[in-house]
């Protein structure tokens, strides 16, 4: 019912900015909540942070609170992640995700191909 596809991945410096969209094809982009996760080499995927279908509830997870911002535009059908103050812990493959779960990635339905970022020191 939707395909994910991310972009806006990059090679930036420690402290730097970026900003990932995650647009998804179809009529029911509006009915998910999307979310976004991150894996690093040799750990499990991680939950980053996701925003409701409504786009008035978001949450993230403790290591980007402050640092991150989440929103949508239905109109567009387009998710993005704002990240800022970037930390080379932050270097991993991101995901967009969609479905009807919060922080597991278990309750995702649909999901993107991944979009690098990397974050030098």
């Known amino acids: 019912q939707v395909q994910p596809v991310e972009s806006g991945g990059g090679l930036v410096q420690a402290g730097g900015s970026l900003r990932l969209s995650c647009a998804a094809s179809?009529?029911?982009?509006?009915?998910?909540?999307i979310g976004w996760f991150r894996q690093a080499p040799g750990k499990e995927r991680e939950f980053v942070s996701v925003?409701?279908?409504?786009?008035?509830?978001?949450y993230y997870a403790d290591s980007v609170k402050g640092r991150f911002t989440i929103s949508r535009d239905n109109a567009k059908a387009t998710v993005y992640l704002q990240m800022n103050s970037l930390r080379p812990e932050d270097t991993a493959v991101y995901y967009c995700?969609?479905?009807?779960?919060?922080?597991?990635?278990?309750?995702?339905?649909?999901w993107g191909q991944g979009t690098q970022v990397t974050v030098s020191s």
């Open positions: 179809g009529p029911t982009f509006s009915n998910y909540n």
């Open positions: 925003i409701s279908w409504t786009g008035s509830s978001t």
């Open positions: 995700a969609a479905g009807f779960g919060l922080q597991i990635a278990s309750q995702y339905d649909y």
